[in-house]
């Protein structure tokens, strides 16, 4: 099921879309709404990411000196 939105776009924006979506044969609503879900994606993949790795932090599970100095090493880092 879809639904409809309105936004409002700079003109420029609007060109720009008007002429990606005649060089690609795609409708700007379908455009568009690959543009959010793209963006979506990839915010809630984010968001998820910190949210584990504030849980790894809480519950005090980092790598140790050694093994962050292991693995810097191998990539020619001087880790201090």
């Given at each position: 099921?879809?639904?409809?939105?309105?936004?409002?776009?700079?003109?420029?924006?609007?060109?720009?879309?008007?002429?990606?979506?005649?060089?690609?044969?795609?409708?700007?609503?379908?455009?568009?709404?690959?543009?959010?879900?793209?963006?979506?994606?990839?915010?809630?993949?984010?968001?998820?990411?910190?949210?584990?790795?504030?849980?790894?932090?809480?519950?005090?599970?980092?790598?140790?000196?050694?093994?962050?100095?292991?693995?810097?090493g191998?990539?020619?880092?001087?880790?201090?």
């Open positions: 099921m879809s639904a409809t939105m309105t936004i409002r776009l700079e003109s420029e924006l609007k060109q720009r879309l008007d002429h990606l979506a005649e060089a690609t044969q795609r409708s700007k609503s379908f455009l568009a709404a690959q543009a959010i879900r793209d963006f979506v994606d990839l915010n809630e993949w984010q968001i998820q990411e910190v949210r584990n790795a504030l849980a790894e932090a809480d519950s005090d599970d980092f790598a140790s000196d050694d093994r962050v100095k292991d693995v810097l191998k990539w020619g880092v001087d880790a201090g």
